[in-house]
C-alpha cells in the first residue's frame, strides 16, 4: 500500500486564497466565501484578503447562516463540469474541490479500460466491449457521478436527500450530460445495498463518501461506526467478477485513512491490483496546504 497526497491547485473556477485562525477564504468562480475549517490552526499569510469576501459564515446553533452580500446560486466551470453553488445553512457549497484528483483518477480507470465480457445471454457469442457499471453511493451533488458518466460509464447516483439528488442533477444538465445513462436513487444506502444483493444486481466500480451521521429518507439512523463495516461487505457483494475500482472517501469520520484502506485489502487479495491512501489537500499559491479529507482506493 502507497500513502499520498492528492492536492487541488488555483483554477479558474476555483481558488483557495487563504486560511489561517480556523477559517478559509475561497473563490467559487468570481464568489468569494469565508467559511470555518477547524484544520486551518495556523496564522493567515494574507489578512489584507479576506475583506474581499462577498459571504461570510457564521455559526449560529447547529447550524449557521451566510453574512454579506451574496447571489443565492450561481453556476462555476470546474474539473471539466459545470456544477451550481448553493451556500447551505451548514456551510457547504455543494462542491468538493478536494475531490478533483479522485475524479480524473477514475475517469482514467473508466476511459483506459478495455474490458471485454461475454455476452451473457448468448455463451457462444464473440467477446465485445461493455460499458462499466459504477455506483455512487452517498452521492450528494454528484460531482464523482459526472466524472464518471462523462467518462462513458453507467451510473447509479444513491442518496438519501432528496434535495441532493435534485441538486446533482441540476449539475448534470449544466455539464450537459442529463442524457447520459445515469440513474438517480433517493434511499438509504444500507437499504438500498441490500436490495441490489438479493436482485444479484453487479457493479464494475463502488465510490462511496459515508458520513459520520446521517438519516434515511424514511427516518434510517447512519452511524459511521457501527454500519461503515456492513456497508464494506456488501458492497463486496455486489462487485462483478472483474471490478475495476472502489473509492472511499472521507471527511467527518474522524478515523486514519490506513482504517479505510485495510478494509480495501479484501479487494486486492481477491482481484490483486494495488491500494494507494492518504490525505486530501487544498492548495494555496503560497504552497501552503489546507486539509481537506481522507480516501483510500483500490484499482485492479
Excluded at 58 to 77: C, F, I, M, N, T
Excluded at 112 to 134: C, G, Y
Excluded at 186 to 194: G, I, M, N, V, Y
Aim: aromatic fraction near 12%; charge should be negative; charged fraction near 25%.
Amino acid at each position: 500500500m502507497d500513502r499520498i497526497t492528492l492536492t487541488t491547485k488555483p483554477s479558474q473556477g476555483y481558488e483557495l486564497i487563504d486560511s489561517g485562525l480556523e477559517e478559509k477564504l475561497e473563490r467559487f468562480g468570481d464568489v468569494v466565501l469565508s467559511r470555518p475549517d477547524p484544520q486551518a490552526l495556523w496564522e493567515k499569510s494574507q489578512p489584507e484578503q479576506w475583506g474581499s469576501a462577498a459571504g461570510k459564515f457564521e455559526r449560529e446553533g447547529k447550524d449557521g447562516r451566510w453574512v454579506g452580500e451574496l447571489p443565492k446560486e450561481w453556476q462555476v466551470a470546474f474539473g471539466g463540469l459545470q456544477f451550481l453553488i448553493k451556500p447551505t445553512s451548514f456551510k457547504h457549497t455543494g462542491l468538493f474541490p478536494e475531490q478533483l484528483s479522485n475524479w480524473e483518477w477514475m475517469g482514467d480507470c473508466l476511459a483506459k479500460t478495455s474490458f471485454l465480457r461475454r455476452d451473457k445471454h448468448d455463451p457462444n457469442s464473440s467477446e465485445k466491449n461493455f460499458v462499466p457499471a459504477v455506483l455512487n453511493i452517498f452521492g450528494y451533488t454528484g460531482g464523482a457521478t459526472l466524472a464518471a458518466a462523462a467518462a462513458g460509464a453507467n451510473v447509479t447516483h444513491v442518496d438519501a436527500s432528496k434535495t441532493a439528488v435534485a441538486w446533482a442533477r441540476e449539475n448534470a444538465k449544466l455539464s450537459g450530460l442529463e442524457d447520459k445513462p445515469v440513474r438517480w436513487i433517493t434511499e438509504d444506502a444500507l437499504t438500498f445495498l441490500k436490495r441490489e444483493v438479493k436482485r444479484g444486481t453487479k457493479y464494475d466500480a463502488i465510490i462511496m463518501d459515508p458520513p459520520a451521521f446521517g438519516h434515511g429518507p424514511g427516518g434510517e439512523l447512519w452511524k459511521f461506526e457501527e454500519n461503515f463495516l456492513e456497508l464494506l461487505k456488501l458492497c463486496g457483494e455486489l462487485l462483478s467478477e472483474k471490478p475495476l475500482f472502489v473509492l472511499i472517501n472521507g471527511y467527518a469520520a474522524g478515523y486514519s485513512p490506513l482504517a479505510f484502506a485495510y478494509n480495501l485489502e479484501n479487494f486486492e487479495k481477491k482481484y490483486g491490483g494495488s491500494i494507494e491512501y492518504g490525505d486530501l489537500g487544498l492548495e494555496q499559491k503560497s504552497g501552503r496546504i489546507l486539509p481537506a479529507g481522507i480516501f483510500a482506493r483500490w484499482k485492479a
